[in-house]
């Protein structure tokens, strides 16, 4: 695959996404991220309203339009994504960067077949006959290893399990062979055991296709067994960006605050670490 | 509350008459009870409130003995039960009685009155939904927008200016002012009797029989009084399409089509749009019931010979036996309409199949 | 802390908007000022507010401010005169004022509103309250009933009832009542599925309250306030639904002013006098117009789930 160059397929700096708010200023949900990423796994963790899925959002150009994204760079592979138009973003989406979502019970159309949403993915970046669409949409859903995909081709969204249905959504990003995928909360709502066998999957997709990645999870466990580097958000800033194996490196005190309520085998722990929030670590 | 039921529920009458039902037993008990409900009703108000109906049909003067008669004839001298019973087994035949005003079978007068209203509501409908549809998708797309306005003005007139006065002030000025359109009536007397019905709809008759001189002047009739329905349903339709669509759009999977790269037209029109039909199909065929009911007013107004003014003409008259037929006709139609779009619910969601 | 136990004259608001009132009062009273900001805000909620008050003042003061006698005119000086200084709304084929006609019209407006959402949603309220609470056979019975009235045409049904009941001005608020508590009924029953769940209906049970009382004192006033926003809502098609009913003959008799059987009147002549019909069809949608602006901006007030 002739992609772009190792170090700096994505590039972010000084990323900044804000919402008008009911005073009718605007609040920033992101305030700042910078990173760099090339065809690796980065991890991003952080609790909810910590500004990781809009960073993950504003990256593929879908952020709320009453909501304001500006940068001092944003490329993807060399294209300025600040200043591109809405069809070049367009055309990056789903053909390059990808996204998959949380739950398959909501980010599948209940409508539409699957095979159809599949393929209609294929459609709008290939030139392709509906019988080599359907083959190349059969031949997605076997690497994400459905046994039979003729039969879940055909089946709708609401017939098939959770898992099922997260295999069918990679299945629907990854036809067009994007190189960069952005996986936000992929497992979470999907039951443990199956979450594992998913994780499995995604990792060998990634790797065989030498895809970069961006792991957005509130899991900061999973991200470190699952990623190369993380970094950790905090109130829309990134507080700390650590390699995977060195989460008891981790200066700042809401990452140690995370590491430490991580659960700890044959340990007995009374009572139970508690999250520590300063608002300066805000600031 | 399911977000299914929420969008429901923001039609003003919702459709649920059958939607509990899983089973086609269930179904088809729910259709039954139904309509034996509308029979029980009409069956009380023509027979419980009045004070005689014989003494409707002898007049108040008539001897003892000839009331006896008739009041055994018309078989009221049985236990209530046993009246039902039989007012149900001829409705089911179709027999509503007599006229008194026509002298003819009710029945028979429904059915020549009937296409006049079905050719009114049909046009009407086709309007409010052709037009409706594409103005809610646009008003939800584009918020705060023209169209979205448009919408609001036009839900908030419909809800609140009665249609018969509207019609008056349309015959008043698109007839009486300006002669852009026939007055009231189907046609006027110089077609009426030169042409043969086929269908008993206007606009198919004076085309089977090649008559364009004649279809021109029905249509020129026919436009204003479809309009005014058409704007109804329109001002029903459009307001329910963006409600539904603004639901659609918040929806998730509309984030995953955009992360796919499809354009903005597909996601609103094949993605957004196919889901909101699921609804709007029952809020569609609730217009076209409303539509049949909002012709008792605007026919009135139009001297339009359908089923409405035969209604109102019966009501006006105390013809008892009319107006009860004309009640079950429609309300069958209602029936019927739930039904219908109780199927086509079931058709275009693939949720409420089961393999 | 100083609490503000009795607020300083200038400390209404603060008590008003405390996040912590010191009695049920002074919480209700939070509520209902909350509520009104939000309402006030919305400016067409408001103008139509202002129509029903002023509607409310015309009927009220109606003797006064109707500048002839709706019911008598001159017929050789004043029939069919167009609107002037002297007759503002012209005047009818009787010689009668027509803006006194519509000012005393008011009156029969309000008393069907009035009239119909009194006697229509209790019948819904209890119908719902009781359905939802006792579940089982009779939720089923009862929503049943509410369901096929909900499929009936209603205002052909309407129309049938007063047939045989005899047209008349109270007859038509029956016939409208009878045909317009279902939604009432479904809402209600609505409310209540969520409310019986709550711990506190598990409180008064064991404290061995009857089913009776903890539907009327615990679970109907909690019910009330959507109803009352759902009968607001209602309130432009009543009125649209009694105009109708008058157009056709079946409502209020001649010579009673009412706005449908005006407009009826005014048909005869539309072509030439259009202001017969004119006048009283704009005061239909103009007080039609008011309650659905009321009722939306109640229905936002009110129930935030409900802002689109």
């Known amino acids: ?283 | 509350m399911t977000i299914a039921e929420q969008t429901r529920g923001g039609g003003r009458r919702s459709a649920r008459l059958l939607r509990g039902a899983d089973t086609v037993g269930r179904f088809l008990l729910v259709i039954f009870l139904t309509y034996l409900g509308l029979l029980a009703v009409t069956f009380f108000i023509g027979r419980v409130i009045p004070i005689d109906p014989v003494l409707a049909v002898v007049g108040d003067r008539a001897p003892e003995h000839v009331i006896q008669r008739v009041r055994e004839e018309m078989g009221l001298n049985k236990p209530l039960w046993e009246q039902f019973f039989i007012y149900c087994r001829k409705v089911l035949q179709g027999d509503f009685g007599t006229s008194v005003l026509t002298s003819n079978p009710v029945m028979q007068d429904i059915r020549r009155a009937f296409p006049a209203t079905i050719e009114l509501a049909t046009l009407g409908t086709i309007m409010g939904a052709g037009l409706g549809v594409p103005l809610g998708v646009w008003a939800a797309v584009r918020r705060g927008g023209v169209a979205d306005q448009l919408v609001r003005v036009m839900g908030l007139i419909g809800y609140s200016v009665p249609i018969f006065w509207l019609g008056l002030m349309g015959l008043l000025v698109f007839y009486a002012r300006l002669g852009w359109v026939g007055g009231p009536g189907r046609i006027d007397v110089a077609y009426e009797y030169s042409l043969t019905p086929v269908t008993g709809f206007m606009l198919l008759d004076t085309a089977i029989a090649g008559e364009w001189e004649a279809f021109g002047n029905a249509f020129s009739h026919l436009i204003l009084p479809a309009s005014l329905l058409g704007y109804f349903s329109l001002a029903y339709i459009s307001r329910m399409t963006r409600s539904f669509m603004l639901n659609e759009l918040n929806q998730e999977y509309v984030i995953a089509a955009r992360a796919k790269g499809l354009t903005e037209t597909r996601i609103i029109w094949r993605h957004a749009l196919r889901n909101a039909m699921v609804p709007l199909v029952t809020v569609i065929a609730l217009s076209y019931a409303g539509l049949l009911e909002g012709s008792v007013l605007t026919e009135t107004v139009f001297a339009w010979p359908g089923l409405g003014l035969y209604i109102t003409n019966s009501l006006q008259n105390a013809d008892m036996n009319a107006v009860l037929g004309g009640t079950i006709v429609v309300g069958s139609i209602f029936i019927g309409l739930n039904l219908l779009s109780d199927i086509l619910y079931r058709l275009l969601d693939p949720r409420t199949k089961t393999r | 802390m100083s609490a503000v136990n009795a607020p300083s004259p200038g400390g209404w608001r603060e008590w008003l908007m405390s996040d912590r009132p010191q009695s049920r009062r002074q919480a209700a009273l939070g509520r209902a000022y909350g509520g009104w900001r939000t309402f006030s805000r919305n400016r067409l909620a408001m103008l139509g507010l202002a129509i029903v008050i002023a509607l409310l003042l015309v009927a009220l003061f109606a003797n006064q401010l109707a500048p002839y006698s709706p019911y008598i005119g001159d017929l050789r000086t004043t029939r069919l005169l167009p609107p002037s200084a002297a007759h503002w709304f012209g005047t009818d084929d009787q010689g009668r004022d027509i803006l006194s006609r519509i000012i005393h019209g008011s009156r029969i407006t309000l008393f069907v509103v009035v009239l119909v959402a009194i006697l229509a949603a209790p019948i819904g309220l209890v119908v719902g309250t009781v359905a939802g609470y006792s579940g089982g056979l009779i939720d089923a019975a009862l929503m049943r009933i509410t369901d096929i009235f909900l499929a009936f045409p209603r205002l052909i049904l309407a129309l049938a009832f007063v047939a045989a009941l005899g047209p008349g001005i109270e007859n038509a608020v029956i016939a409208i009542a009878i045909t317009s508590w279902p939604p009432y009924a479904r809402i209600a029953r609505a409310e209540t599925l969520t409310i019986r769940q709550a711990d506190y209906i598990a409180a008064v049970q064991l404290m061995g309250a009857s089913p009776w009382r903890i539907v009327l004192r615990h679970i109907m006033p909690l019910c009330v306030s959507s109803v009352i926003v759902r009968v607001t809502l209602d309130m432009a098609g009543i009125i649209l639904t009694a105009a109708g009913l008058g157009f056709l003959g079946l409502g209020a008799q001649p010579p009673t002013p009412e706005w449908g059987a005006m407009i009826a009147n005014g048909r005869l002549y539309v072509l030439d006098q259009w202001w017969v019909a004119a006048a009283p069809g704009a005061a239909i949608f103009l007080v039609s117009l008011a309650f659905n602006l009321l009722g939306d901006g109640l229905r936002d007030a009110l129930d935030p789930k409900g802002v689109k």
């Open chain 1, 1 to 283: 695959m002739n992609g772009p160059s190792v170090a700096d397929m994505l590039v972010v700096d000084d990323l900044r996404v804000a919402f008008p708010n009911r005073e009718g200023g605007m609040t920033e949900a992101v305030r700042g991220v910078s990173f760099r990423l090339g065809r690796e796994r980065l991890g991003i963790v952080g609790e909810s309203g910590s500004g990781k899925s809009q960073t993950g959002r504003a990256i593929l150009g879908l952020t709320a339009p009453e909501g304001r994204v500006t940068a001092n760079r944003m490329e993807f592979d060399g294209i300025d994504l600040l200043h591109s138009s809405a069809r070049q973003r367009r055309a990056l989406r789903g053909g390059r960067i990808a996204m998959v979502l949380q739950d398959p019970k909501f980010s599948l159309n209940p409508v539409m077949s699957i095979g159809d949403q599949i393929v209609e993915t294929l459609d709008a970046h290939a030139r392709v006959s509906r019988r080599e669409a359907r083959d190349r949409a059969l031949e997605t859903l076997r690497q994400v290893q459905i046994d039979n995909p003729e039969r879940v081709f055909d089946l709708y969204p609401h017939e098939v399990s959770g898992g099922m249905g997260q295999r069918a959504m990679i299945a629907m990003m990854l036809i067009a062979d994007p190189d960069l995928l952005i996986a936000d909360e992929p497992t979470s709502a999907l039951d443990v055991t199956v979450q594992l066998q998913l994780l499995a999957i995604l990792d060998r997709l990634v790797t065989d296709r030498g895809m970069g990645l961006v792991f957005i999870s509130h899991d900061l466990r999973l991200v470190s067994t699952f990623c190369d580097r993380i970094l950790v958000m905090y109130a829309g800033k990134v507080v700390e960006e650590l390699s995977a194996g060195g989460l008891q490196d981790a200066q700042h005190p809401y990452t140690r605050g995370l590491v430490n309520c991580l659960p700890r085998l044959g340990e007995h722990r009374h009572p139970l670490p508690t999250l520590d929030r300063r608002p300066e670590w805000a600031l």
